[in-house]
């Protein structure tokens, strides 16, 4: 089965605080992750996808293919970093490329 | 701004009505995909297009229906309206020469059954 799961709902932390943001996936395809943010319910934008390897907006994903996981990390949260984070899932199976999206993570920078 | 446009922002309906919602996507983007934001079902994909033809189908309910015109530009069409229906529904597009590609999203429409 295709699924993402992101476990946390919401993460709070403080101004310059480490910031881990959780995604774990099932696929037995060859995985294509991305990491979407949606700031107060606007449009979803891309914040970074797994084969770029580019690091946007200080934020960085390694994919961990032994533990089926992209997690989302950044040395220094900022206030202007509080969103709602997806993890999503590109299906290629089918010649399609829709995403399985996870819940979604809010993250709350604190001042 | 990626590009992406969708009409309207907000649609106000009644239950058991049909609306229409359209998606512009960006300049030499071939791939059209629609996408449902709920409160208790999250993002869920609905369909796909891909140069006019279906590609994809996911958690679509029969009432729900879409197409992609030769311009490129696509419309879903939600009929027989429930409450529960009321939700953000985004289009993203992709160019999608390789498989998977990245997709762009538009802003939304929020509909809205009351």
């Known amino acids: 089965a295709q699924r993402v799961t992101q476990p946390e709902k919401l993460l709070s932390v403080f101004k310059g605080a480490p910031v881990e943001l959780k995604c774990n996936y099932s696929y037995s395809g060859s995985p294509e992750l991305f990491w979407y943010v949606q700031y107060s319910r606007q449009r979803l934008q891309l914040l970074l996808r797994h084969i770029s390897r580019e690091s946007i907006k200080g934020f960085t994903a390694d994919l961990n293919k032994g533990e089926t996981s992209f997690h989302l990390k950044k040395p220094f949260a900022q206030e202007e970093d509080s969103a709602m984070y997806y993890c999503a899932l590109s299906v290629s199976a089918g010649n399609t490329g829709k995403l399985i999206f996870g819940q979604g993570t809010t993250l709350q920078v604190k001042p | 701004d990626s590009g992406v446009t969708q009409t309207p922002k907000h649609l106000i309906t009644a239950t058991g009505q049909r609306v229409t919602l359209r998606c512009s996507p960006r300049?030499?983007?071939?791939?059209v995909y629609w996408y449902q934001q709920s409160l208790d079902q999250g993002l869920q994909f609905l369909i796909q297009?891909?140069?006019?033809?279906?590609?994809a189908k996911g958690n679509i309910l029969e009432r729900f229906s879409a197409q992609q015109f030769p311009d490129l530009h696509s419309e879903l069409n939600l009929s027989s309206l429930e409450l529960g229906d009321s939700a953000l529904y985004f289009c993203?597009?992709?160019?999608?020469?390789?498989?998977?590609?990245?997709?762009?999203f538009g802003p939304g429409t929020r509909l809205t059954v009351l």
């Open positions: 297009y891909y140069n006019g033809e279906e590609r």
């Open positions: 993203a597009s992709s160019v999608a020469r390789t498989i998977p590609d990245t997709q762009y």
């Open positions: 300049s030499g983007d071939l791939s």
